[in-house]
């Protein structure tokens, strides 16, 4: 199942008071395919907003209507009777000439308006899975009704922007947050809460990814010194002797040729007089120094 479609089965459960239930019955009849005197439509690939839309219809004209199922598999609801039609417009308070915009009239109580947003996000909403991206719209087929729609968010903290696509205008939510807030305003409070958990399983896939990227940056690091090391110990060895090395790099260069597999730490403890990691460190960064010096002059010869 699609997220759309989590949130939408989790919409069509919430329960409404009756002031309620009629906002939301008009909006998913407004943000529909068509609402207009001469036709009332939804085209969805949902079957339970099928349904939703169904009882909207029976409810507010007492008419009985079927959907169809188009060669695509999604459910159309078609209502063309005129005199339905004539009392669906007179229940939402329409002129049958009215523009398509919203009548806030129906909003009778404070409450309605949640019910409102739900039932326009059934009608034409999409939310990306939030383990991919997130994103929530409202893909609305009128300018003028997508404008009522932003007003209506500006009653609440999340702010939506406005763009077209393919001739429809869309109100966006990009931000988690936002998405988090406008899903538990409409009511699909277990999915906001699922938006959540994708956020926390996202930030901690981060910190892990940072963490193995520096420890692969140490251990690179490591392995580059101890080629360099072997290299110039083996240079030197090859062209020069040990012998050419000053008294207190003579003896590591040569537990370091013989030791390839030991740490500094190792080869430390192995030296006659007392010296810490870091004081062979030291010396191994000199027998490099001394070694890269040789490559040069030999070059020149
Ligand atoms: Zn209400």
Redesign the pocket.
């Known amino acids: 199942m699609s997220f759309t479609a989590e949130v939408k089965a989790e919409l069509a459960s919430a329960e409404?008071?009756?002031?309620?239930?009629?906002?939301q019955s008009y909006a998913l009849l407004l943000f529909g395919r068509a609402f207009s005197g001469r036709e009332i439509s939804l085209l969805t690939e949902n079957p339970t907003v099928a349904d939703v839309y169904i009882k909207a219809v029976e409810t507010l004209s007492g008419a009985t209507v079927k959907p169809t199922v188009t060669g695509a598999g999604n459910y159309k609801i078609t209502v063309e009777d005129t005199a339905v039609i004539g009392r669906i417009l007179a229940a939402v308070g329409h002129e049958t000439a009215a523009k398509r915009r919203v009548n806030f009239a129906v909003?009778?109580?404070?409450?309605?308006f949640a019910?409102f947003i739900r039932g326009a996000f059934l009608a034409c909403g999409t939310v990306t899975d939030p383990e991919k991206e997130y994103h929530l719209e409202f893909s609305v087929p009128v300018k003028g009704l997508c404008g009522d729609l932003m007003k209506l968010f500006d009653e609440f903290e999340p702010t939506p922007k406005m763009t077209e696509r393919a001739g429809a205008h869309i109100l966006y939510f990009k931000n988690s947050t936002d998405i988090e807030d406008v899903l538990t305003l409409m009511g699909a409070t277990e999915c906001s809460m699922g938006v959540m958990g994708a956020k926390a399983i996202k930030s901690i896939k981060n910190t892990v990814n940072r963490k193995v990227n520096f420890e692969n940056a140490n251990l690179r690091r490591t392995v580059d010194a101890a080629n360099r090391q072997r290299d110039a110990i083996a240079y030197i060895q090859k062209k020069h002797g040990f012998d050419a090395l000053p008294e207190e790099l003579r003896e590591l260069a040569r537990l370091r040729f013989e030791n390839e597999e030991l740490s500094n730490a190792q080869l430390a403890k192995m030296l006659p007089e007392s010296i810490t990691a870091s004081g062979v460190n030291h010396r191994f960064a000199r027998i490099i120094r001394m070694a890269d010096q040789w490559k040069e002059k030999d070059k020149k010869q």
């Open positions: 409404n008071e009756s002031c309620c239930a009629l906002a909003l009778q109580n404070e409450c309605c019910a």
